[in-house]
């Protein structure tokens, strides 16, 4: 994930910085020729000397900021992109930690210019360029140099002696594609696996293999999995960035290897362009396995947390105060009798195991049937996940005292306790402690998500363990009723200590909201914080008006204001699957809109940002709306973004010429008409379908 605030502030910075801070890295211009022909390319690269322990940056940086050009040549030339070798990984000296992308010691990034065709021989050309760069250590410095190179103009070009082997050099091991090597790709859930297998025969061993993502689908600071698919190939799992587009078509970037990719010349970078499917990739070695199925490190430390749960339990207001009653119960029932008071605690220890037996066996079936449907990894369901963070968060409010679970239900408990036996004792452990106990939901919640994250065996080993925790005290001090006496007494302690124990719930929110955000589009990832801000408002409803001695109608009120309240986030928030028809936005440049232009297809641009947010509603109404992304395909209309949420020199003056400054500014490109159709800046899919039409 890339840290766009260091990124614009090392940019802003680069004017400013003095000439003694580029020592690190010192810039130059060299050139393949030694003299210029008119109408014949030339390669000029810009030479980066890195004092040793330094480093630059790559196309896609990572934490940094790539190397950038800016050119200012005679009138008629022309300058290409700069032409990135195969990057290394750049970690901190310090810690170890992946940091980006780049190169070190004696860089040659090549440019190809071309000079116009009438251009005259016997004078000299100068070419100028301003170079930006971002060098590294322990700490990093932005850099800036104004380079020149001046060259004769001849009859015929000539090489230059001390420069052309060099770039001829690193133009040979530019990364690129090799029709000796087939790649496939495929993203399943927080994963993409690239497989990579040879087209023929071959005696070429790569190793070593990292990818280098163009853009920000595949995490630049994560470990990489590698394996032999037996027959000469690769499968390479790869970690999905926490900011990747949502709907990428490719897989784009470079393959590296320690040893040549080509047999013939050396090869380092393998250029990888290829189609993303949804799934595990096309002759990969087997299904991807998913993050959210994985094993937990340790049954037995799940099993010491549930158990903790459980003890805990006992801690909260309702129950705390009733244990010491209950145990003088067991007693006055038994008499004297030792053996029939541990009967009475063993009775209530086996209610409490049955219940949440019972409960565990309900969600066995639950997960039974769901497997039916398909109903698998449920934490890469970004519904489910969204469902068991509302969840969480209605508990962590209750836990906080922001309201009650229905007190009525405590009453049930309380006749309970009026029944006489062994019976008496196991109802009361059954549904007292279970039904009645207002203070076991929060508790009861992470044992929900996990049995439908776990397997069955594991999910009834969890319960069980809740149980035998909640259920030893009343066992224990059935053995020795003595010990009731040293109980400390009910106080505000105990309220205390129950708020406290909210924040870990909230902690669980806030890590679910986190596995959203790899799931979810920006808009919708909105979308569920408003819901989840919805659903926190109703359980403040409810408990407002559901207070100790509320009236019947204000009651009443209180509970549907939170259910109505519970509705309108469940609706807001809830993730919607990515529709069928769905688009797919490509990057905004004047470039790019030209060429798309010049294709004759419809072009439609979106100029946003994170921070508007009309924007934002403007994406949720439109581009949700089944009818505008049908239209969209059917038509053929190209989708262009231009993102404003970082400062953008260029979106600045593009905005400029329609004489705006502010975003949102939708408007659309047709084929074969000068200017395009600008649309207002609140959208609904009437607007935009009849602009299409029209």
């Not at 065996?457 to 009731?484: E, H, K, M, N, W």
């Not at 469940?570 to 769905?582: E, I, K, R």
């Amino acid at each position: 994930m890339k840290l766009q605030r260091f990124r614009l502030l090392c940019a802003a910075g680069l004017a400013l910085v003095p000439a003694f801070l580029h020592a690190q890295v010192q810039a130059s211009l060299v050139a393949s020729d030694a003299s210029l022909q008119a109408g014949h390319p030339v390669t000029v690269a810009l030479r980066l000397v890195h004092q040793a322990h330094w480093h630059t940056y790559w196309l896609n940086p990572g934490t940094g900021v790539a190397t950038s050009l800016k050119w200012t040549l005679p009138p008629g030339w022309k300058a290409g992109d700069i032409q990135w070798p195969s990057p290394s990984v750049l970690k901190d000296e310090s810690t170890g930690t992946v940091v980006g992308s780049g190169y070190d010691g004696d860089l040659l990034l090549p440019v190809t210019l071309t000079p116009p065709s009438d251009l005259p021989a016997g004078q000299p050309v100068t070419l100028a360029a301003s170079a930006e760069w971002l060098m590294c250590r322990d700490v990093c410095k932005p850099g800036q140099a104004q380079i020149s190179l001046t060259l004769p103009v001849a009859a015929v070009a000539a090489p230059d002696p001390a420069w052309a082997g060099k770039i001829h050099d690193v133009l040979a091991r530019l990364p690129r594609a090799l029709p000796a090597w087939n790649a496939t790709a495929a993203r399943a859930g927080k994963q993409v696996v690239l497989t990579l297998h040879p087209a023929g025969t071959t005696e070429v061993k790569p190793a070593d293999l990292h990818f280098f993502g163009d853009d920000d689908l595949v995490a630049y600071d994560q470990p990489q999995e590698v394996k032999s698919d037996g027959h000469g190939g690769f499968v390479l799992t790869l970690p999905v960035a926490m900011d990747a587009p949502d709907h990428p078509a490719r897989l784009l970037g470079v393959l590296t290897s320690s040893a040549s990719w080509a047999s013939d010349t050396p090869l380092p970078g393998l250029r990888i362009d290829a189609p993303l499917t949804e799934g595990p990739a096309a002759g990969s070695a087997g299904n991807v396995p998913a993050p959210a199925a994985e094993a937990p490190a340790s049954l037995g430390g799940t099993l010491l947390l549930a158990l903790a749960g459980g003890l805990i339990l006992n801690l909260m207001p309702c129950v705390f105060p009733v244990i010491g009653i209950k145990i003088l119960g067991f007693v006055n029932q038994a008499g004297n009798d030792r053996r029939k008071v541990v009967a009475h605690g063993l009775a209530f220890a086996a209610g409490v195991l049955l219940s949440f037996w019972a409960l565990a066996a309900v969600l066995a079936v639950l997960r039974a049937g769901g497997a039916q449907l398909g109903w698998g990894f449920q934490l890469q369901s970004a519904a489910f996940v969204f469902g068991l963070a509302a969840v969480m968060l209605i508990f962590a409010l209750n836990m906080s005292g922001v309201f009650e679970f229905g007190l009525s239900a405590t009453g049930i408990g309380g006749n309970l306790q009026t029944k006489s036996g062994l019976t008496g004792s196991f109802l009361s452990g059954t549904l007292a402690t279970v039904v009645a106990t207002p203070c076991s939901a929060p508790f009861l919640a992470p044992a929900l998500g996990a049995a439908l994250a776990l397997s069955t065996t594991a999910s009834f080993l969890i319960f069980t363990a809740i149980a035998v925790g909640l259920s030893a005290p009343y066992l224990l001090l059935s053995i020795f009723p003595g010990a009731v006496k040293v109980l400390p007494r009910p106080g505000e302690w105990m309220v205390t200590f129950r708020q406290l124990l909210a924040f870990p719930l909230y902690g669980t929110v806030g890590y679910l909201i986190w596995v959203l955000a790899g799931q979810v589009s920006e808009n919708d990832l909105l979308m569920v914080f408003v819901g989840l801000v919805f659903i926190a408002m109703g359980g403040w409803a409810y408990g407002r008006w559901q207070m100790g001695g509320a009236k019947p109608g204000r009651a009443r009120i209180g509970l549907w204001s939170g259910v109505l309240l519970l509705g309108i986030g469940a609706w807001v928030g809830w993730p919607q699957p990515p529709a069928p028809t769905d688009i797919v936005w490509e990057k905004w440049s004047p470039e790019a809109v030209a060429a798309l232009r010049a294709s004759h297809r419809i072009v439609y641009v979106d100029f946003t940002a994170r921070w508007c947010a009309t924007c934002q509603a403007n994406k949720k109404l439109v581009f949700h709306s089944n009818d505008v992304l049908r239209t969209f395909r059917s038509k053929d209309i190209a989708t262009v973004r231009a993102d404003w949420t970082n400062k953008d020199p260029q979106i600045t003056a593009e905005l400029a010429k329609y004489h705006r400054s502010a975003v949102p500014f939708n408007l659309i490109w047709f084929p074969d008409r000068p200017d395009p159709v600008i649309l207002p800046a609140l959208l609904t899919p009437g607007i935009v379908l009849n602009a299409v039409g029209k």
